[in-house]
């Protein structure tokens, strides 16, 4: 898929190989391709006298050159954010560099400027089913405003999930005990999710839930969520009471000035299951409000309502 992706932005890609043979002497394999050409010979060429592979991306599409990083710092740290788990996985990831001719800067040492905190290894059972989780605490940025589950399989992340409100008080914005935001990240991984991943490693072979009760305990993604989300709420209990007080805070103080009119709804929002992001927006939060208030009067308070 990535291979492909590279002709979305470039109008062609080059690669020039040199490996050992059976008889111990370097042998080469050059070829490019593109939309058009698809997969050609680019020439025998000259083979490098060391084993190793150079993939050249030429023909940078406006349209990306207009939007795209340029400094080498703003590139590293791009990267290394996108592929955090790379560095977490068993056996971890090798050197990489990314250099122009006014420097270079070594991913592997920028850990240090994402996480907060150690890595915590955590796992649970569902069904019989082993699951791995590392959490982080990564810095607050642009990028990674909300919370955020990883589905791994064969060492690599195939589905992101937004945890946003997924468990009562988890947002983009939790504190530590010295009041510093950071972002709440989890990357799951298991033998059962590797062999459940689909050969493109976009999407896993797993129901979304097994309907009624089936005489075989199989094991859908409702299951495996809804355990991950409990270890979620056990390991983040100081943040999240925090950030629930917060929230009620704001919303106490958004009615008493500005909507008193949602003052009959303050007592029933955790029946509700509703819990407010400190940081809300006014308007947004009148909309929570409203929706809430309306789910009261139609009677479905008690139950799942769809604020």
Not at 54 to 83: D, P
Not at 85 to 102: C, E, H, M, S
């Amino acid at each position: 898929m990535g291979r492909l992706l590279w002709l979305k932005a470039f109008d062609r890609v080059s690669v020039r190989s040199a490996y050992e043979g059976e008889a111990g002497c370097l042998n080469g394999r050059h070829f490019r391709f593109s939309v058009q050409g698809e997969v050609e010979p680019d020439g025998e060429g000259e083979t490098p006298a060391e084993v190793g592979t150079t993939v050249s991306l030429n023909g940078f599409k406006k349209s990306f050159q207009q939007s795209a990083l340029r400094t080498v710092e703003a590139i590293a740290r791009e990267v290394f954010e996108h592929c955090i788990w790379y560095f977490l996985r068993p056996g971890g990831a090798p050197n990489i560099t990314v250099a122009d001719d006014d420097g270079a800067v070594s991913l592997n040492s920028l850990m240090h400027d994402f996480v907060y905190s150690d890595m915590q290894r955590t796992s649970i059972e569902v069904k019989g089913e082993r699951f791995e989780m590392v959490s982080l605490r990564l810095k607050s940025s642009q990028r990674n405003l909300a919370p955020r589950l990883y589905w791994c399989a064969a060492n690599r992340v195939v589905v992101e999930e937004n945890l946003t409100s997924k468990v009562l008080g988890l947002y983009g914005g939790l504190k530590d005990t010295e009041s510093s935001p950071f972002t709440y990240v989890c990357y799951l991984s298991s033998d059962f999710l590797d062999s459940h991943v689909r050969a493109d490693r976009t999407a896993f072979d797993i129901s979304e839930r097994v309907p009624g009760t089936p005489l075989i305990e199989d094991v859908s993604m409702d299951d495996i969520r809804e355990s991950v989300l409990k270890e979620v709420e056990s390991i983040l209990a100081g943040p999240l009471s925090a950030a629930r007080e917060e929230g009620k805070a704001r919303v106490h103080e958004f009615v008493s000035n500005r909507g008193p009119r949602y003052r009959p709804v303050l007592s029933r929002l955790e029946q509700l299951g509703v819990s407010v992001d400190p940081s809300m927006k006014d308007h947004d939060l009148e909309l929570l409000l409203h929706r809430a208030r309306n789910a009261i009067l139609s009677g479905c308070a008690g139950r799942a309502c769809p604020v």
